[in-house]
């Protein structure tokens, strides 16, 4: 979606925007972490994105991948920076059709700095010179596919520090076809507005959007002010100058004064958007936010569509069905399937296409380094630590675990006593959510979906099972008429009871709506994540050396166990799928790297009949 149209909504609505602006790390451990942190500020609502541009080579290319990660994974609207500097028109040409085929409909143009050796800036042979002319040329290559925004320079430029003259090219960017402006960041709220009002009256109509810098430490906050030779008001001075030694009151001070900057921008008139330059940081961005009461609350009208979210990417942004079993690891489930052609069909329900079960080295891989992931996890030598590996993950205690890329959610909280048990018990559980019987669409932990619409699941429990003790737990689950399963080892060899055809699992009824079932379970991708799940656990195991107990242990389950999951096909029950496991566990949990035999399984009392029992 055009930024352009955006902003007009955010008028229309009276509510003000926000958008967050990051840079290309220079370490790949740096990218992955930015992407963790992007994907968690998405909680914060932003309008949109911007990647800025890494001028030549690899970190121009990173940009391009940023991008289309941002559009395609995390489902953000992205805008990329483009700049002229050193950059020939082949490699506009091929930045542009990056964006493009990222499913990116934003641009940020601008000229950018002068490489460090050039004393002025001067264009690359058959490039552009002026910001104008990379505007006009988008335009001209690609017409309205791409809204371009441009930089606007309240209190000057680097290399022209004559303002009156600057607005005159903002207006020559802006008549060559530029549709929204970001500005350089500024503290002085009175000369920001007066900048406002001098452009709107040389006829600089476009919506103009104020760069935000948040104040993490004193020495940064003075720095940045240096280098922008920007204005910094005599108080914001007296305010942060006693306190410049320590930061955490810098910071402090800091939210309150630039708050009140975006107060005085938003109660202007002029001004109905923030963008923050993080500096690739959350925590000072969102202070800013709390203080302005911008954080969206359990009751805020930013209401996820699907109870997952979106792609953006350019052939994924219809998509309104997916697996379960991707549902904590939604970067691999957009990197594995990005090529399965003859989409849908080809996703779902046909295996046939040369271009099913391919994997992408991004997506499946474990994340995180050998030394970083030992520290997460520790060294377990036996089922138990697993166990406990597991318990701790469910309490909050780890943000993740080899098959779940994000922290447990309170969607869980109903059923977590219940996980535990089974993980106190040996079985390790990957994957699960409780039944929903019709609560609202706006229900705080569940909801999803427009407005005045109601919402259901139903009960479905993924988890890993010692061979020895499967055939017992399939038999209960055939005797119980509701519900169904998959069972497969690392080898593939498949046992089921299903239908043909996806389950959905999650639906929804809303007015004037057929009902959508945004996620379910079928066979042909739960055999792709089967290739998966065991894959992390593999890279899990080799993160400790070949000899190791931990090395060995880890690869003993990946090469013996079987993943099974569980659908309970009755929506008012949960606990049903519990109740199969009663007097089921594994004997020894605390023995060093056991050795799975039919002495291992125990059963602690006899078989119960399958039972019934309805979720309140």
């Given at each position: 979606?055009?930024?352009?149209?955006?902003?007009?909504?955010?008028?229309?609505?009276?509510?003000?925007?926000?958008?967050?602006?990051?840079?290309?790390?220079?370490?790949?451990?740096?990218?992955?972490?930015?992407y963790?942190?992007?994907?968690?500020?998405?909680?914060?609502?932003?309008?949109?994105?911007?990647?800025?541009?890494?001028?030549?080579g690899?970190?121009?290319?990173?940009?391009?991948?940023?991008?289309?990660?941002?559009?395609?994974?995390?489902?953000?609207?992205?805008?990329?920076?483009?700049?002229?500097?050193?950059?020939?028109?082949?490699?506009?040409?091929?930045?542009?059709?990056?964006?493009?085929?990222?499913?990116?409909?934003?641009?940020?143009?601008?000229?950018?700095?002068?490489?460090?050796?050039?004393?002025?800036?001067?264009?690359?042979?058959?490039?552009?010179?002026?910001?104008?002319?990379?505007?006009?040329?988008?335009?001209?290559?690609?017409?309205?596919?791409?809204?371009?925004?441009?930089?606007?320079y309240?209190?000057?430029?680097?290399?022209?520090p004559?303002?009156?003259?600057?607005?005159?090219?903002?207006?020559?960017?802006?008549?060559?076809?530029?549709?929204?402006?970001?500005?350089?960041?500024?503290?002085?709220?009175?000369?920001?507005?007066?900048?406002?009002?001098?452009?709107?009256?040389?006829?600089?109509?476009?919506?103009i959007?104020?760069?935000?810098?948040?104040?993490?430490?004193?020495?940064?906050?003075?720095?940045?002010?240096?280098w922008t030779?920007?204005?910094?008001?005599?108080?914001?001075?007296?305010?942060?100058?006693?306190?410049?030694?320590?930061d955490?009151r810098?910071r402090?001070?800091?939210?309150?004064?630039?708050?009140?900057?975006?107060?005085?921008?938003?109660?202007?008139g002029?001004?109905?958007?923030?963008?923050?330059?993080?500096?690739?940081?959350?925590?000072?961005?969102?202070?800013?936010?709390?203080?302005?009461?911008?954080?969206?609350?359990?009751?805020?009208?930013?209401?996820?569509?699907?109870?997952?979210?979106?792609?953006?990417?350019?052939?994924?942004?219809?998509?309104d069905?997916?697996?379960?079993?991707?549902?904590?690891?939604?970067?691999?489930?957009i990197?594995?399937?990005?090529?399965?052609?003859?989409?849908?069909?080809?996703?779902?329900?046909?295996?046939?296409?040369?271009?099913?079960?391919e994997?992408?080295?991004?997506?499946?891989r474990?994340?995180?380094?050998?030394?970083?992931?030992?520290?997460?996890?520790g060294?377990?030598?036996?089922?138990?630590?697993?166990?406990?590996?597991?318990?701790?993950?469910?309490?909050?205690?780890?943000?993740?675990?080899?098959?779940?890329?994000?922290?447990?959610?309170?969607?869980?909280?109903?059923?977590?006593?219940?996980?535990?048990?089974?993980?106190?018990?040996?079985?390790?559980?990957?994957?699960?959510?409780?039944?929903?019987?019709?609560?609202?669409?706006?229900?705080?932990?569940?909801?999803?979906g427009?407005?005045?619409?109601?919402?259901?699941?139903?009960?479905?429990l993924?988890?890993?099972?010692?061979?020895?003790?499967?055939?017992?737990?399939?038999?209960?689950?055939?005797?119980?008429?509701?519900?169904?399963?998959?069972?497969?080892?690392?080898?593939?060899?498949?046992?089921?009871r299903?239908?043909?055809?996806?389950?959905?699992?999650?639906?929804?009824?809303?007015?004037?709506k057929?009902?959508?079932?945004?996620?379910?379970?079928?066979?042909?991708?739960?055999?792709?994540?089967?290739?998966?799940?065991?894959?992390?656990?593999?890279?899990w195991?080799?993160c400790?050396?070949?000899?190791?107990?931990?090395?060995?242990?880890?690869?003993?389950?990946?090469?013996?166990?079987?993943?099974?999951?569980?659908?309970?096909?009755d929506?008012?029950?949960?606990?049903d799928?519990?109740?199969?496991?009663?007097?089921?566990?594994?004997?020894?949990?605390?023995?060093?790297?056991?050795?799975?035999?039919?002495?291992?399984?125990?059963?602690?009392?006899?078989?119960?009949?399958?039972?019934?029992?309805?979720?309140?």
């Amino acid at each position: 979606m055009h930024v352009g149209l955006k902003l007009q909504e955010q008028e229309s609505s009276g509510r003000p925007g926000i958008s967050f602006e990051y840079f290309p790390p220079k370490t790949a451990q740096g990218v992955q972490n930015l992407y963790d942190r992007m994907d968690r500020m998405h909680d914060l609502g932003p309008a949109f994105i911007d990647v800025t541009w890494g001028a030549g080579g690899s970190r121009s290319q990173l940009t391009c991948e940023m991008v289309r990660i941002a559009q395609t994974v995390f489902g953000l609207e992205t805008v990329m920076h483009l700049t002229c500097t050193d950059m020939p028109r082949e490699s506009v040409d091929e930045a542009l059709e990056a964006a493009y085929n990222a499913g990116c409909t934003n641009i940020l143009a601008l000229r950018g700095d002068p490489p460090r050796e050039q004393e002025k800036w001067e264009a690359a042979e058959g490039g552009f010179r002026y910001a104008k002319d990379l505007v006009k040329y988008i335009r001209e290559k690609y017409g309205n596919h791409f809204d371009i925004g441009v930089g606007g320079y309240p209190e000057g430029a680097d290399d022209n520090p004559d303002v009156d003259q600057l607005i005159d090219h903002l207006k020559e960017k802006v008549d060559a076809g530029s549709s929204f402006i970001v500005t350089q960041m500024f503290y002085d709220a009175d000369n920001f507005l007066e900048w406002v009002r001098k452009c709107r009256a040389k006829g600089v109509n476009v919506p103009i959007i104020p760069g935000i810098m948040p104040i993490s430490t004193y020495d940064a906050f003075i720095r940045r002010s240096k280098w922008t030779k920007i204005h910094i008001p005599p108080d914001w001075l007296e305010t942060l100058e006693p306190v410049k030694n320590d930061d955490a009151r810098v910071r402090e001070r800091g939210t309150k004064l630039v708050s009140e900057l975006c107060r005085r921008l938003l109660s202007s008139g002029h001004i109905h958007h923030l963008h923050f330059y993080t500096m690739n940081l959350a925590q000072a961005s969102r202070m800013i936010l709390d203080e302005l009461k911008l954080v969206p609350s359990l009751e805020s009208p930013l209401q996820k569509p699907l109870p997952w979210r979106k792609s953006l990417g350019l052939h994924r942004r219809s998509e309104d069905v997916r697996p379960i079993f991707w549902r904590n690891r939604h970067q691999s489930y957009i990197a594995r399937t990005a090529d399965w052609d003859e989409y849908p069909n080809g996703r779902w329900t046909d295996a046939r296409s040369p271009a099913f079960g391919e994997l992408n080295a991004y997506g499946v891989r474990l994340k995180g380094t050998n030394d970083q992931n030992i520290k997460l996890w520790g060294r377990p030598k036996s089922i138990k630590d697993l166990s406990e590996i597991f318990i701790r993950y469910l309490d909050g205690k780890l943000d993740r675990l080899p098959w779940s890329d994000a922290p447990i959610t309170a969607e869980a909280d109903s059923i977590k006593q219940n996980l535990i048990e089974l993980n106190q018990r040996g079985f390790l559980t990957v994957n699960s959510q409780p039944a929903v019987n019709g609560v609202k669409s706006s229900h705080p932990v569940h909801g999803w979906g427009p407005r005045n619409g109601y919402v259901y699941q139903k009960a479905y429990l993924e988890l890993l099972v010692p061979p020895v003790l499967v055939d017992n737990l399939l038999a209960r689950i055939e005797k119980n008429n509701d519900l169904t399963y998959y069972c497969v080892n690392k080898s593939g060899e498949l046992r089921t009871r299903t239908d043909e055809g996806p389950n959905a699992v999650t639906w929804g009824i809303f007015a004037s709506k057929e009902i959508i079932q945004p996620t379910i379970v079928e066979s042909v991708s739960f055999m792709a994540w089967k290739d998966e799940a065991y894959q992390l656990g593999e890279d899990w195991a080799k993160c400790h050396p070949a000899d190791s107990p931990s090395r060995k242990l880890i690869q003993q389950i990946m090469d013996e166990w079987y993943l099974i999951n569980i659908v309970n096909n009755d929506f008012h029950k949960t606990h049903d799928l519990f109740q199969l496991f009663d007097g089921l566990a594994i004997k020894d949990l605390d023995v060093e790297v056991p050795g799975i035999n039919p002495e291992a399984g125990r059963t602690t009392q006899p078989i119960p009949p399958a039972t019934t029992t309805a979720q309140s």
